[in-house]
């Protein structure tokens, strides 16, 4: 996860982030999270396969109704009482769809009441002003509602007529009763034109927050292999959000700006600032330093439906154990599996260009599954690095 607003556009200083001594997960503002030493994991649940859309990129292959073996209502509060033991900052309720779990209102505020920030991830359909308000009321920390495009767009991808509307007044309901709303973009080829509109939409609402998400080959989205950006459209597309981000905070509107899944945007955004304002780029590769890059395994992790410990949320096709058999606690901090063991620290073990890049250490040998799923070897470089070798430092 790269802020742009914080680095790019100055909205986080490294003294922002080194007042917290010890810089740990549980004493660091949400905002700041990325930057904690201790990396305890955000931790992406996945409450339900059920979802009322059909996404042609869905990472978990959603379906109409809920999985089978999905973890009972018992089950999840001795999960997410595990996860307040351990130390998790964050839980990000997912799915399928987050809101069609009967008892999400339950296990939110059983978070909230254990000292944890919940969040979820939807697609915003269900969210009637009853709901934002009850979320709302709950404690619920943001609600990051996914859109892929203007309406056009955002229907055929969705695989539903009204998702967009629908997910526009979620924005507005939301709003109303003063709960912090976002958007969440996935780039590809397909849509990746009408990034200009969304920022309009973000403008026009006034909505404090969005995310763009590089596409990871997973679930159904292998299927869009094919459509991810070029090294060169990816570029001219941060160089685009750059720019627009920079336009809102001239303008006083404050968004915060992040991409996610391609650590490679650090040290391109680093590059453009050494350019522009060197004593800032400065300052940007402190915090890079503490971001650390990726951090699948280590500060980000996945609990599945039916209980299955996964490095994230798109690697889905290697568990690390079952919070059946034993306490997610104690998986996450079990190196006897040997892949989780070096996912706390790829960079021995990524090769080629990645192994002899000179932001290794900032960028944390960016997204393996994605080497994985193109390649075959989980370690070989990520495909979608869009750095030249001479930037990298090969040449």
């Not at 905002?31 to 996945?46: E, T, Y």
């Not at 991810?228 to 809102?248: F, K, P, W, Y």
């Amino acid at each position: 996860m790269i802020g742009v607003s914080k680095l790019y556009c100055g909205a986080v200083e490294p003294g922002d982030v080194l007042r917290y001594h010890g810089r740990g997960a549980k004493d660091l503002p949400s905002h700041l999270l990325q930057f904690s030493a201790d990396k305890k994991p955000v931790v992406v649940w996945n409450v339900t396969r059920a979802c009322n859309l059909k996404c042609v990129h869905c990472y978990a292959k959603a379906t109409s109704g809920p999985a089978p073996d999905e973890l009972t209502h018992a089950e999840g509060l001795a999960l997410l009482k595990d996860f307040q033991d351990f130390g998790v900052p964050v839980v990000l309720f997912s799915g399928g769809e987050p809101l069609m779990r009967p008892d999400l209102l339950e296990l939110i505020e059983f978070t909230v009441a254990h000292g944890m920030r919940a969040v979820i991830s939807t697609n915003g359909t269900l969210i009637t002003p009853e709901v934002a308000r009850r979320l709302q009321d709950l404690g619920l920390s943001y609600v990051g509602i996914s859109l892929d495009g203007t309406e056009a767009t955002h229907d055929k991808f969705r695989g539903q007529p009204g998702s967009f509307a629908a997910a526009m007044a979620a924005v507005r309901h939301c709003q109303e009763v003063g709960l912090k709303v976002g958007l969440r973009f996935t780039i590809s080829r397909l849509n990746y034109r009408e990034v200009p509109a969304i920022f309009d939409l973000v403008e026009e609402y006034r909505i404090p927050r969005i995310c763009f998400y590089h596409l990871v080959y997973a679930g159904r989205g292998t299927k869009l292999v094919e459509e991810a950006l070029t090294h060169e459209q990816t570029r001219a597309l941060v160089d685009l959000i750059c720019a627009r981000t920079r336009r809102l905070f001239d303008a006083g509107q404050k968004v915060e700006v992040l991409t996610v899944d391609n650590h490679a945007d650090g040290p391109y955004l680093y590059l453009k600032l050494l350019e522009e304002d060197p004593q800032r780029a400065a300052e940007v590769l402190t915090l890079l330093q503490m971001n650390e890059g990726n951090s699948s395994g280590r500060g980000i992790g996945c609990v599945s439906w039916d209980g299955e410990v996964y490095a994230d949320q798109f690697w889905r096709h290697h568990s690390f154990g079952n919070v059946r058999q034993r306490n997610f606690s104690d998986i996450w901090t079990d190196m006897s599996d040997a892949l989780l063991a070096r996912l706390k620290d790829k960079r021995p073990h990524v090769k080629g260009r990645c192994a002899r890049c000179r932001w290794l250490n900032v960028c944390g040998g960016n997204f393996r599954v994605r080497a994985e799923a193109l390649t075959g070897d989980l370690w070989a470089p990520d495909p979608a690095c869009y750095l030249t070798d001479a930037e990298i430092g090969l040449s």
